[in-house]
């Protein structure tokens, strides 16, 4: 039967490869189980959004699970899918402004947004019209963007150590008072990602936070309880997004941003997998279509579990190289998602404390640096706008603050400089609607 459905021979590989594949992928990602809690549980500063934890940890488990056995039936591909590094960080960002703009349901409208921008991603596929979205923006631009949230990542997982606080002179500086067990905890786990990263050992992220929760646990910062159990949830987030509150006028730039975050996510990883395992026919990538439809249903079902946008994950490339050549590898990592509920109290214990999972998000920002070598540094009309992304992200503290200067800058840097041309209309499009976004929106802000 595997062999029908997967055609495992004709694809030089077999069972017990795909098995061990899908495995791989699995470790390298499992960290998003630890951290999607813990980040969409509490907002920016630190105060609760509103959604619950055990509610968070089921809707990941669940649209990664769905996502990643769907593509590995459906496009046939060994891509998984989770929730996105960089999307959650959004999602908190986007809750905080609907909270500040006095909204009754901020978290439920935001899970709205991501709902609607997955069903007109999905629209847009089956339109066949995602080549205008993605050639919209420039290459420099969508680096730019990710290197931007990459060291916003970085920088909330510094915070989140203790290791970087407010301070009135400086804005922000080192913590020369860090508890030694909260420095300790930090240190010891990104010492070990690192160097197992540079190592080059599968799972770097997750065995991190690992080594992170035993000195925990030592200095008594967290308690060792039961390890197998399912997840305890107060308050269900499953099918509470309030889809009607997100159709707001206002709200359409943060759809907008949502489309465009998640659209660059899915075809970067799946270009950069399909490169290494050699899918790419003549530049394209066959069943593209289907990997699309994936991707975008896998948003709205994700929004509909409780969790921010779902996106193929570039750690997909741990299993391709350990042999993952056909879906079979993704059905494997989506069903070790299912099992992984019945580990829910040992998540809990580890991301109830922040430092634990904070060397990851180091991490990931370090992974997303690299972007910034493929920016177009010797073309100012390219370089200025996406050094305004990357510096507004992180010293504005809001992705959609930093994306807006960045998407606003760009058309009308090019215009003014007699590059108008090169500009795709649908950017001048998307600039007009961020600087209403800026106007409207951003103002009642404060």
């Not at 409208?109 to 847009?124: D, E, K, M, N, P």
């Amino acid at each position: 039967m595997l062999e029908r459905v997967f055609r495992l021979s004709a694809h030089r590989t077999d069972a017990r490869t795909e098995v061990l594949a899908g495995l791989t992928t699995f470790l390298t990602m499992a960290y998003i189980i630890f951290v999607q809690p813990a980040v969409l549980s509490t907002d920016l500063t630190g105060a609760p959004t509103g959604l619950d934890f055990g509610a968070v940890l089921v809707a990941t488990c669940l649209a990664s699970a769905f996502s990643s056995i769907f593509m590995g039936l459906f496009a046939r591909y060994p891509i998984a899918l989770a929730p996105g590094m960089g999307e959650n960080f959004f999602f908190v960002s986007v809750v905080m402004s609907l909270t500040a703009l006095g909204i009754a349901r901020p978290w439920q409208t935001a899970l709205g947004i991501v709902f609607i921008s997955g069903v007109v991603f999905l629209i847009l596929t089956v339109l066949k019209v995602r080549e205008a979205l993605i050639d919209a923006i420039s290459p420099s631009m969508r680096n730019g963007i990710a290197v931007g949230i990459g060291l916003f990542i970085a920088f909330i997982g510094l915070r989140n150590a203790g290791l970087i606080v407010g301070k009135p002179g400086t804005l922000v500086g080192l913590n020369v008072q860090i508890p030694p067990g909260d420095l300790a905890v930090f240190a010891v786990g990104l010492l070990v990602a690192s160097v197992l990263s540079a190592r080059g050992v599968r799972g770097s992220l997750l065995w991190g936070i690992l080594a992170s929760a035993i000195v925990a646990l030592a200095a008594g910062k967290i308690h060792a309880g039961a390890v197998f159990g399912l997840p305890s949830v107060v308050h269900p987030a499953a099918f509470q997004l309030d889809v009607w509150g997100a159709l707001r006028p206002a709200l359409v730039p943060f759809i907008i941003v949502f489309l465009f975050m998640g659209l660059f996510d899915t075809v970067g990883t799946l270009l950069g997998v399909a490169e290494q395992a050699g899918f790419l026919v003549d530049n394209r990538l066959p069943r593209a279509s289907r990997a699309l439809v994936v991707d975008a249903t896998g948003i709205a079902v994700g929004a509909a579990l409780g969790t921010s946008t779902v996106t193929c994950y570039i750690e997909s490339a741990a299993g391709v190289a350990a042999g993952g050549r056909t879906g079979l590898t993704s059905v494997v990592t989506g069903v070790l998602f299912l099992l992984a509920l019945l580990l829910s109290p040992l998540i809990a214990m580890i991301g109830s404390y922040p430092p634990v999972t904070a060397p990851a998000l180091v991490l990931v920002g370090t992974m997303m640096m690299q972007n910034a070598r493929k920016i177009e540094w010797g073309e100012p009309s390219e370089s200025i706008p996406a050094f305004l992304t990357i510096v507004g992200i992180p010293l504005a503290y809001s992705i959609a603050d930093g994306l807006a200067l960045g998407f606003v800058s760009y058309p009308a840097v090019k215009f003014l400089s007699g590059r108008g041309r090169d500009v795709r209309w649908l950017a001048y499009v998307i600039g007009a609607l961020l600087v209403l976004y800026f106007v409207f929106v951003r103002n009642r802000l404060g």
